[in-house]
């Protein structure tokens, strides 16, 4: 069965970097994009970007670009979220989504990332 | 900056049907916009409910069903039952931006 899993929850201090993965199992890795999606405390969800499994072409949202990197292994089938600069209106749960027909079918369980001092 | 509208907050009675509609600030939703639906609960990861305006997952209940109604997407339950109580949110894609953007979500209560 399709699984995305997802790394554990991060703390991380304003201005600091932090990387999520999200391990895809079930499928081929390269026949789908993986998209990264954010909720942060009380918000609504926000669409980051877009990372295509088969060559790496990427979408990322407005506001995150040069703030943001996705990139994949297609050796370990896994895809990375780096955000840079961290802010505390950065706190929230971040998740990854397999793309299927125009949409995001399955899910990973979301990563807690906390930014304090 | 594109703006999807949707109803912040609505209420239904058990058994009963709403409909929850999707607005696009750059005019009226097509199905080039691709627009899916996504059900929230607390704790939980959005579970992907429609795709393609009315396409269902393999496992979206039959009472839920997409459809565009007057410029906008729309999501309708039909026979709601007390565990459809959650957060929806739409998602619509915009070709000039090649970019994805969610509604602000509407609060679905069943009382």
Same mark, same amino acid.
């Given at each position: 069965q399709v699984q995305l899993v997802q790394s554990g929850a991060e703390v991380k201090k304003p201005g600091a970097s932090v990387k999520v993965s999200c391990k895809a199992s079930g499928y081929t890795f390269t026949s789908f994009g993986i998209s990264w999606v954010r909720q942060a405390p009380g918000q609504g969800l926000e669409w980051m970007g877009w990372i295509s499994g088969y060559n790496g072409n990427k979408d990322y949202a407005q506001k995150f670009q040069g703030r943001v990197t996705m990139t994949t292994d297609t050796s370990t089938t896994t895809a990375y979220m780096e955000l840079r600069r961290l802010r505390s209106d950065d706190t929230a749960v971040y998740y990854c989504a397999r793309d299927h027909a125009n949409g995001a079918d399955y899910w990973g369980q979301g990563t807690l990332v906390t930014v304090s001092s | 900056?594109? !703006?999807?509208?949707?109803?912040?907050?609505? +209420?239904? /009675?058990?058994?009963?049907? !709403?409909?929850?509609?999707?607005?696009?600030?750059?005019?009226?939703?097509?199905?080039?916009?691709?627009?899916?639906?996504?059900?929230?609960?607390?704790?939980?990861?959005?579970?992907?409910?429609?795709?393609?305006?009315?396409?269902?997952? /393999?496992?979206?209940?039959?009472?839920?069903?997409?459809?565009?109604?007057?410029?906008?997407?729309?999501?309708?339950?039909?026979?709601?039952?007390?565990?459809?109580?959650?957060?929806?949110?739409?998602?619509?894609?915009?070709? +000039? +931006?090649?970019?994805?953007?969610?509604?602000?979500?509407?609060?679905?209560t069943v009382l």
């Open positions: - | 900056q594109t !703006v999807v509208t949707q109803e912040p907050s609505l +209420t239904v /009675s058990p058994g009963g049907t !709403v409909t929850l509609t999707c607005a696009s600030s750059t005019g009226a939703v097509t199905s080039g916009y691709y627009p899916n639906w996504f059900q929230k609960k607390p704790g939980q990861p959005p579970r992907a409910l429609i795709y393609n305006t009315s396409d269902k997952h /393999s496992w979206t209940p039959a009472r839920f069903s997409g459809s565009l109604l007057g410029g906008k997407a729309a999501l309708t339950l039909s026979g709601v039952l007390p565990e459809d109580e959650a957060d929806y949110y739409c998602l619509l894609y915009f070709r +000039t +931006t090649q970019s994805w953007v969610f509604g602000g979500g509407t609060k679905l």
